[in-house]
């Protein structure tokens, strides 16, 4: 059976500062995802990563896969009030198997 | 473009009765997931549709069911409402399967 686990779940943080959430997965995955749901949201696609030593970033935010480890990591540079969220990885094992495993989430707030 | 289009966004229910939720996709789109998010169980996978078959199904109850239609549009079911099944019901597209999921805004469902 697929786990994801995220860590921290909580995470608070000032503005300006740097910090990493960490996803860790069980078995052999196609592909990793981050969202970000805001109170009372559906969820918002940040990255999608697809290959071993795979590094994305928009803006503040920057994403890599190490399939090797199986982990990801979700660097934030610089942080805002903006990027206060919850912010979710997903594991895709791939054959159309099981949908999306979520990790339970990393709750964010970033305080000026 | 419109995103993934799900209604209601509100329901409130009595325990016993059954409902149904309902999720357009982005056009051209022609696989739905659909997931259950609560604050205890997390975000999980309860089943997918693609061509209007059901491919797989996550470890929920028969009550719990689906279809998917020939515009690719979905409905999902719960009969026998029980307290537990109060969540926000997220429904997912993507244009194949195996590929990026776009989620809509939710049904929030609440049973009393």
């Known amino acids: 059976e697929l786990k994801v686990e995220q860590n921290p779940l909580f995470l608070s943080m000032q503005e300006g500062k740097n910090y990493t959430i960490y996803c860790n997965y069980s078995?052999?995955?196609?592909?990793l995802y981050w969202y970000r749901q805001d109170p009372g949201k559906s969820l918002e696609s940040l990255f999608v990563l697809l290959s071993n030593g795979a590094v994305k970033q928009e803006g503040r935010l920057m994403a890599s896969l190490d399939t090797k480890a199986r982990l990801s990591t979700l660097h934030i540079t610089a942080a805002v009030h903006d990027l206060s969220a919850t912010y979710f990885c997903?594991?895709?094992?791939?054959?159309?198997?099981?949908?999306?495993?979520f990790g339970k989430g990393t709750h964010l707030i970033i305080q000026p | 473009k419109a995103g993934v289009t799900q209604t209601p966004r509100y329901l409130i229910k009595t325990r016993g009765q059954q409902v149904t939720l309902s999720c357009s996709p982005i056009?051209?789109?022609?696989?739905v997931s659909w997931y259950q998010q609560t604050p205890g169980q997390g975000l999980q996978f309860l089943f997918e549709?693609?061509?209007?078959?059901?491919?797989n199904k996550g470890n929920f109850p028969g009550r719990f069911s689906g279809r998917q239609f020939s515009n690719s549009r979905s409905e999902m079911n719960v009969s026998t409402l029980e307290l537990g099944d109060s969540a926000l019901y997220l429904c997912a597209s993507s244009p194949a399967v195996n590929t990026e999921a776009f989620f809509g805004q939710g049904t929030r469902l609440t049973v009393v």
């Open positions: 997903a594991v895709d094992k791939g054959g159309g198997a099981d949908g999306l495993t």
């Open positions: 078995t052999t995955s196609d592909r």
């Open positions: 056009s051209g789109h022609r696989s």
């Open positions: 549709y693609f061509s209007e078959t059901q491919r």
